[in-house]
C-alpha cells in the first residue's frame, strides 16, 4: 500500500471514529438524563375570587414552587411528573395546584403521546419559532423568536407566548365542578446552545367559562423566577455549555491530532524500513566490494611480481574501490539525516498532547499510546544518532572539542544523569572517583560512559545487580573502568563484540535490545583521543570493560 492511499485510509478511519463520537458520545450528553429534575421557585403578585363578596381580592404576595422530576422509562420515552404550587405568602393558603404526568421522547424532548410539540427546548436552539405545551404555561403555545440578550453576562435567546382558552379546572378543585378556563402571555429566556432555560416570567388571566359565555374572574397575577434561581440556572448553564464544547469541539480535535500522529508514525515507519533495507543492501554490496579488493589486491601483486600490468592501473582501480566506499558512508549518512527530519514534527505533536491543559481532557490509555509514541521516536532518534556517529568515524570526520575536564565532577554528573535508569531496576552503582584534570572531550566521554553503562543495566540483575565506574592513574595514562556482576560473555564471542552490528545474542526471541553499534563507536571515540579499549569476563561472572587516554597534558 503506498503513502497516498495509507493518507486517504487513514483520513477515513479518523472521520468514522468522529463521525462515531459525535453520532453516540454526544447524543448519550445531550439526550434527557435519566435522573433529571428540575425544581424552580417563583415570586409574583395575586388575586384571587373571595366567594362571600363575589370580586377579586386586593393583590397580594405570592410564592409558586414547581418540581418535575423523572418517575420511569421505556425504552426511548420518558414518564416525567410536574408539579406546581402557589400559596399565598401572607396567609400561606393554597391557591393554585396543578399536577400532570408528561410522556416524552429522551433524544428529540417533543412529546411521545397524550401532547404535541416541544416538552424542552432542543440543543442549539434557532432563531425560530417553537410549537410547545410547556410544563410551566399548561397550555399548547407557540414561542415566538423576539431577540437576543445577555444574563449575567451570558447571551440568551428571548421567547415569547401567548394562550387563551387553556382548561385549568382541575388547578381549583374548590370550585369544582364549573369550568375554569385561563389567558395569558409568557417570556422564556434559554441559553441557545444547551437550550436551558436561565429565566421565565408569565401573567395570566383566570375566569369561570359556563354556556359559551366568559364569567367572572377567579384569579389574576404574574410571576417570575427569583434573582437567586436565577443565578443557579446561569451558573449551570454556563457548565453544560463549556462541557458540551469538550465533547462537540475538544475531544473531536483531540482524536484527529492523535490519529493524524499515528498515520504520520505509521508513514514514516514503513519509510524507515525501506530505507534501512537499501543501507542494508548497500552495506552487502560494499562487503563483497571489500572481498573483491583484497582479491584484486592479492592478484596485482601477483601481478606486480610477475609484471603483468602496470603500476597505475592498480592505483586506479583502488581508487574507484575506495570511493565506491565513501560514497556508500556519505550515502549511510543522508539517509540518516533525512529519517530524523519527520520526527520532530512527531516529537513536537505529542509534547503538546503532554501539555497539562490538553492533557487533562485525555484518558489514561491516550496518553499511554501519546507516550510510547513519543519514547518510540526517542529510540528511533538514538539509532539514527547511532548510525551518524559510525559513519563520522569511519569517514574521519568526527570532531573531538578537547577541554579541561575535572573527573570527580564528571563522574558526579553520570551518577545524576544515570539515576532514573538504575532506580526503575533497583540496580546500585558504586563510584571510585579520581581527583585529577583531564584534558578531553566531555560530551564523547559521557557518550562511552552512557553506552557502556547501559550494556551493563541490561544484563545485571534486577534488585541485586551492581555497577562500578571509576579511574586509576597509571605511569603514563589514565585507566577508566565499568564493572558489572551480570551475566558475563562467552569466551568465544568476545573477539566479534567490537564490529558492527554484533549481538551477542541474534535469535528472534532476545531479551536484550541495541543495534550492535554502541561498542563501535565506543572504540572509534576512544581511539579517536589516542586510547584504547578491551574487556575481561567470564560467564556468570560479571563483566568489566577497561579503557585508557594518554597521560599527556594531565593537570594534577
Keep these: 500500500m503506498n503513502a497516498k492511499l495509507k493518507i486517504i485510509t487513514g483520513g477515513l478511519v479518523i472521520a468514522f471514529v468522529i463521525f462515531l463520537w459525535l453520532t453516540m458520545g454526544v447524543d448519550e450528553l445531550t439526550k434527557i438524563p435519566s435522573n433529571y429534575s428540575l425544581y424552580l421557585v417563583f415570586d409574583g403578585k395575586d388575586q384571587v375570587l373571595d366567594p362571600l363578596e363575589g370580586k377579586l381580592s386586593e393583590p397580594f404576595p405570592l410564592t409558586e414552587t414547581h418540581l418535575r422530576k423523572v418517575i420511569s422509562i421505556q425504552g426511548n420515552v420518558v414518564e416525567l411528573e410536574s408539579s406546581t404550587t402557589g400559596k399565598n405568602e401572607d396567609s400561606e393558603q393554597i391557591i393554585f395546584d396543578a399536577k400532570d404526568v408528561f410522556f416524552v421522547d429522551m433524544m428529540t424532548k417533543q412529546y411521545a403521546k397524550n401532547h404535541v410539540g416541544y416538552f424542552l427546548f432542543p440543543i442549539h436552539v434557532k432563531k425560530q419559532n417553537y410549537e410547545f405545551f410547556h410544563p410551566l404555561v399548561l397550555a399548547p403555545a407557540t414561542f415566538i423568536f423576539e431577540r437576543e440578550e445577555k444574563i449575567n453576562d451570558l447571551s440568551v435567546y428571548l421567547f415569547s407566548c401567548k394562550f387563551a382558552k387553556n382548561d385549568i379546572s382541575y388547578a381549583f378543585p374548590q370550585f369544582a365542578p364549573k369550568k375554569i378556563l385561563n389567558d395569558g402571555a409568557c417570556n422564556v429566556w434559554v441559553e441557545p446552545i444547551t437550550g436551558k432555560i436561565v429565566n421565565f416570567e408569565m401573567n395570566w388571566d383566570n375566569y369561570f367559562f359556563e354556556d359559551g359565555v366568559k364569567g367572572i374572574q377567579v384569579e389574576k397575577g404574574s410571576k417570575h423566577i427569583t434573582n437567586d434561581v436565577v443565578f443557579v440556572l446561569t451558573q449551570d448553564a454556563i457548565t453544560t455549555k463549556n462541557l458540551y464544547f469538550v465533547y462537540e469541539v475538544t475531544i473531536p480535535l483531540i482524536i484527529l491530532i492523535i490519529g493524524s500522529i499515528l498515520l504520520l508514525t505509521l508513514i514514516i515507519y514503513d519509510k524507515t524500513i525501506k530505507q534501512t533495507k537499501i543501507i542494508l543492501q548497500s552495506q552487502s554490496k560494499t562487503v563483497n566490494q571489500l572481498t573483491d579488493l583484497e582479491t584484486t589486491k592479492i592478484e596485482l601483486s601477483k601481478a606486480l611480481l610477475s609484471n603483468k600490468i602496470s603500476k597505475r592501473l592498480i592505483e586506479e582501480q583502488l581508487k574507484e574501490l575506495q570511493e565506491s566506499d565513501k560514497q556508500k558512508d556519505e550515502f549511510a549518512s543522508m539517509i540518516s539525516h533525512e529519517l530524523r527530519t519527520p520526527l520532530v514534527p512527531i516529537k513536537g505533536y505529542c509534547e503538546m498532547l503532554k501539555d497539562p491543559e490538553i492533557s487533562k ?85 559521557h557518550q562511552i560512559f552512557d553506552n557502556l553503562i547501559r550494556n551493563a543495566v541490561d544484563f545485571v540483575p534486577s534488585h541485586t545487580g551492581v555497577i562500578e565506574i571509576g579511574a586509576t592513574s597509571q605511569n603514563d595514562y589514565v585507566l577508566f573502568y565499568v564493572k558489572d556482576n551480570g551475566i558475563g560473555i562467552p569466551k568465544n564471542k568476545q573477539g566479534n563484540l567490537f564490529k558492527k552490528f554484533y549481538q551477542v545474542d541474534t535469535s528472534h526471541t532476545r531479551k536484550h535490545g541495541g543495534t550492535g553499534l554502541g561498542l563501535v563507536i565506543c572504540k572509534g571515540i576512544i581511539e579517536g583521543m589516542n586510547g584504547k579499549i578491551w574487556l575481561e569476563s567470564d560467564e556468570g561472572k560479571g563483566t568489566k570493560f577497561y579503557f585508557t587516554l594518554p597521560k599527556d597534558n594531565l593537570q594534577n
Design 361 to 445: 481532557n485525555l484518558t489514561p490509555d491516550q496518553l499511554e499510546f501519546i507516550n510510547e509514541i513519543y519514547d518510540n521516536s526517542e529510540r528511533l532518534e538514538s539509532l539514527i544518532n547511532e548510525v551518524l556517529d559510525v559513519q563520522k568515524l569511519s569517514l574521519g570526520q568526527m570532531k573531538f572539542n578537547m577541554m579541561p575536564l575535572n573527573l570527580k565532577e564528571f563522574f558526579n554528573k553520570i551518577v545524576n544523569d544515570s539515576a532514573s535508569l538504575l532506580i526503575e531496576k533497583q540496580i546500585r552503582l558504586e563510584l571510585i572517583p579520581l581527583e585529577i584534570t583531564i584534558l578531553a572531550d566531555s560530551n564523547r566521554l
